[in-house]
Structures are given as C-alpha cells and as structure tokens.
C-alpha cells in the first residue's frame, strides 16, 4: 500500500482536542501555501494568470485569506460567497461569480464588488442588462458546454451532454454577438467539463477547445477574448494508489496549447485563469474524530463520534477517503472495518470493509483529503451539529478558525418575532 500520512501527529491532535473535542476539521496553513505556490509556478509563464478558488470548496474567511495572500482570487456563485470574498478584501477582477440559474440580486452584487461576470446561458444576457438597468460590465465570461463526452488520455472523464451548465458554441457565439451590440467590448471564456480529473491533459485538451472558440470569436464576430478560464475539476489522489496529478506538466501542457492556437493568431496575450477548489484544498485539511463504539455482528464496525454531517462524501457518493488510525501508522492493517457515524441512515458510514490497524474506542482517527467539499457540505440531518475548523499554523499551533455549531445555532432560525420555540435558540433561557 502506498504510504499516505496525515500532516499531523497524534501528539499534536491529542493536544488540540484537549480544547477543541473531537470532532473537527483541521487544514494545514504550509499546505494550503505550498499548493497555491505550485499552481502559481505552473502558470507562471502566463502574466495574467489567476487562480479564482472556489469558495464553495472550503468558504472558511481564515483559508480565503491566506489563498489571497498567495494572490489567489474568488471563485463564487452566490452572494453569500461573495459576501465571504469581500470580507476577505479580495475585490474587482479578483472576484469572478460563476453561477447557473442565477437571479437578478447576485448580479447587482457582483457588479458592486466590480467583479467578472460569468453566464451560464443565452437568456441570461437579458437578465444581466435587465438587473443592471442596462449599465453593462466592460468584459463578461461566457460560459460554453461544448455537449458530447470529454475525452482525456485516460478515457472519457466528463458528459458535457449531461450537465446542466453552460451554452452551446452557438448559443455562446450568439450571446458574444448580442453583448458586442450592447457595447460589450471584451470576453471571458469558460468551461467546467470533468471532476476529479486524475488526466494531466485534462486542462490542456480544455484549453485547446476554448483557445479554438476564442479564435473563432476573433475572426467572424472581431469579439476579443481577454480571459480563458480552466474552471476546477482537477483531481487529487483519494487513494493510496492513485497518483498525484503533476500540476507543473498541467501547466506545460497548457502552454503547448496556447502557443500552437493562440500566439500564431495574435490572441497572445490573453489571461488564464483556473476555478481550482478540491485540488488546492482538499489533501490540505483532515476530519479528526474518535472512535466512541465498537459493535461486531455481521460485520466489525468501529462507531466514531463523526458523522456525514461533517463529510458527506462517501455517503452521498460512495466517494474513497483513506483514514489514519493515529500512533498506528507503523501497524500492518489486519483488521476489516466499517466506520460509521451515528445518522439514522446506513449510507453514514465512512468506510465499508476497510483493511485498518486494529483499533478501539478512545483511538483518534484521521479522514484524509477532506479539507475541500468537507464541512462546506455539511448539515444537520438528525440535528447533528457542525465541528469546528482548525488551522494547523506554519509554526506548529492551532488556531480556532470556526467554533463548532451548538444546539442555539441548530434553533437560532426558530427565534423570530411571534415565533412559540424562541426559547429553543437561547439555552441559558
Ligand atoms: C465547483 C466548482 C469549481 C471547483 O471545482 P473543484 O472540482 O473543486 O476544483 C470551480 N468552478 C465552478 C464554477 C464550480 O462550480
């Protein structure tokens, strides 16, 4: 098996649980640096490259902040996200609103922030210059579904045909045409086409397709693309045996692209951006939670005092996370588990017959690569509550960087002027 440990030890996690009880999510500042650097170096023979994190993937203020520190822009698509954007300082062209079915406010929010503009269909250049009173941006993205299937090195990884987002190369030909007459006078292109992508030419193949779109918009319409974006969708390695993706061949690949379709075009000075969320922050944080019960029946199940309100990945997707028993990394794993929380629902299970280290109640447990699309997905089934997020700091301390929910949070909606339960939302009452 190949090794995959956490960036903690039990030492450091028993102290943090000494204040801050299991469970919770913990990210690592070093990490989240070195990834954001890594991705900037790969891009770095493009000036204007920008990486737009997705804040759904993590929307913790402490981990946009330090994504803006490495330069990092936000990736949005609502106005709770990019209200998160804001408070971070990021602003203007550093914010880009990727929404589908999006209604008017987001707009008039977005446009106050001063951020890009990305449109997910045809009918939405009406209502942008319908919730903007006519008053449009200088540069809007288009966003472009090119239908079909996408085809990487390793096969088909994404069915454009059966995703809800983004026009058709006409649709965005046409909204690129109507927008020229509204007065727009410079385009962003975008396309999110796979998830998880584990090919290294995922991105460039994606380049290589808006590239040609951003020549054709040049020659028949004299519609001048600006912005190219990449999206998100790169992959991490969940599994042991999967292979990192090479983040610096990605960003070769992309420029291969970009000089044979772009420069010979005289399109060579458009930016590039990517929409990365799971790739920058996932493998960066870890669910730490703690084995609280042990039952055999007709499988060994190890009860842990998480649940998939913290992670609901495996549950709703069946999705791999590969878990650490802590101080047991050394011991061979001899024992088959099914690790569940406590949700009234058989799909609350972390791992399903999972080879581990023996282990028993009191041990900590460390749930890799959840630090994107982790407690961003969290909720309150069965009343659970949501845990709290750490920061393992550079110099080796924790930092509270969200508190875990409590029963007020859970009731706070219930305290309203009239309402019979407000009492619920203030526990001291
Ligand atoms: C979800 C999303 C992303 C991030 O996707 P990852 O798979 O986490 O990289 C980027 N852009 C848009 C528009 C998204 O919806």
New binding site residues.
């Given amino acids: 098996m190949g090794e995959k440990l956490p960036f903690v030890t039990k030492d450091q996690l028993e102290h943090a649980a000494a204040t801050w009880p299991t469970p919770f999510h913990v990210y690592s500042e070093r990490l989240i640096r070195e990834r954001a650097r890594a991705l900037v170096a790969a891009f770095s023979w493009n000036p204007g490259f920008t990486e737009y994190f997705?804040v759904?993937?993590t929307p913790n203020p402490t981990i946009v902040s330090i994504l803006a520190e490495e330069g990092c822009g936000c990736?949005c698509?609502t106005a709770t996200e990019l209200a998160i954007a804001s408070a971070c300082g990021v602003r203007g062209g550093r914010i880009m609103l990727?929404s589908n079915d999006t209604p008017d406010e987001d707009y008039r929010r977005a446009r106050e922030l001063g951020a890009i503009i990305n449109l997910d269909s045809l009918d939405m250049v009406d209502c942008l210059a319908r919730a903007l009173g006519g008053e449009l941006p200088p540069m809007v993205c288009l966003r472009v579904n090119p239908g079909g299937d996408f085809t990487a090195s390793n096969g088909i990884i994404g069915e454009p045909a059966d995703s809800k987002f983004g026009m058709t190369v006409g649709q965005a030909l046409e909204a690129a045409r109507r927008l020229s007459g509204m007065g727009v006078a410079e385009f962003g292109l975008h396309a999110?086409l796979a998830?998880?992508a584990q090919a290294e030419d995922y991105y460039p193949r994606l380049s290589r397709m808006l590239f040609g779109l951003a020549v054709r918009l040049w020659r028949e319409l004299g519609a001048r693309v600006r912005l190219v974006d990449l999206?998100?969708?790169?992959g991490v390695d969940y599994r042991p045996e999967d292979v990192p993706v090479d983040i610096a061949a990605v960003g070769a690949g992309v420029r291969g692209a970009y000089e044979e379709v772009l420069v010979p075009a005289g399109l060579g000075d458009v930016a590039l951006a990517a929409?990365?969320?799971?790739?920058?922050l996932a493998p960066a944080g870890g669910l730490v939670t703690r084995v609280i019960h042990e039952k055999v029946t007709y499988r060994d199940y190890l009860g842990v005092d998480a649940c998939a309100s913290n992670l609901m990945r495996p549950a709703v997707y069946g999705a791999y996370h590969h878990i650490t028993v802590m101080g047991r990394e050394a011991e061979p794993a001899t024992r088959r588990y099914n690790v569940v929380g406590r949700l009234c629902e058989n799909s609350d299970q972390f791992a399903r017959d999972r080879m581990l280290p023996e282990a028993h109640v009191g041990d900590l447990l460390f749930i890799h690569d959840a630090g994107?699309?982790g407690h961003s997905m969290g909720y309150n089934y069965n009343g659970t509550l949501r845990s709290a997020e750490l920061l393992l700091r550079e110099d080796g301390s924790f930092e509270l960087i969200r508190r875990a929910e409590t029963p007020g949070d859970y009731f706070a909606t219930l305290d309203f002027p009239g309402s019979r339960f407000s009492a619920l939302a203030r526990p001291e009452g």
């Fill in positions: 997705a759904k993937a990736d698509a990727s999110f998830s998880n999206s998100g969708g790169i929409e990365l969320g799971r790739w920058m994107a699309h």
